[in-house]
Nanobody, 114 residues
Framework: QVQVVESGGGLVQPGGSLRLSCAAS????????MGWYRQAPGKQRELVAS???????NYVDAVKGRFTISRDNAKNTVYLQMNSLKPEDTAVYYC????????WGQGTQVTVSS
């Protein structure tokens, strides 16, 4: 009965910001590494940000310095703060609980356009 649910996507202008949320249930959340992935049309899904159970973070080069991943274990929620958004950030963003054999959310659309 694991559920992973993303929210917070939408349409934003270049240079704008969005904050994505991902709530997980049915797992001991604090024990899981969490990741944000994205998939643009015609492209492979890629890991853009991750955070370990101990709070260590990592980012793909394309978002480094613009995106911040964080977690609130009391709320079983992981966040992705996205600043200085670019059109090439347009994608469906997916949350995953566990980075090896984990659980996927349904995705939330982020569109960066004028």
């Amino acid at each position: 009965q694991v559920q992973v649910v993303e929210s917070g996507g939408g349409l934003v202008q270049p240079g704008g910001s969005l904050r994505l949320s991902c709530a997980a249930s049915g797992i001991i959340f604090s024990r899981y590494a969490m990741g944000w992935y994205r998939q643009a049309p015609g492209k492979q899904r890629e890991l853009v940000a991750s955070i370990t159970s101990g709070g260590f973070t990592n980012y793909v080069d394309a978002v480094k310095g613009r995106f911040t991943i964080s977690r609130d274990n009391a709320k079983n929620t992981v966040y992705l703060q996205m600043n200085s958004l670019k059109p090439e950030d347009t994608a469906v963003y997916y949350c995953k609980a566990g980075l090896t054999n984990g659980y996927w959310g349904q995705g939330t659309q982020v569109t960066v356009s004028s």
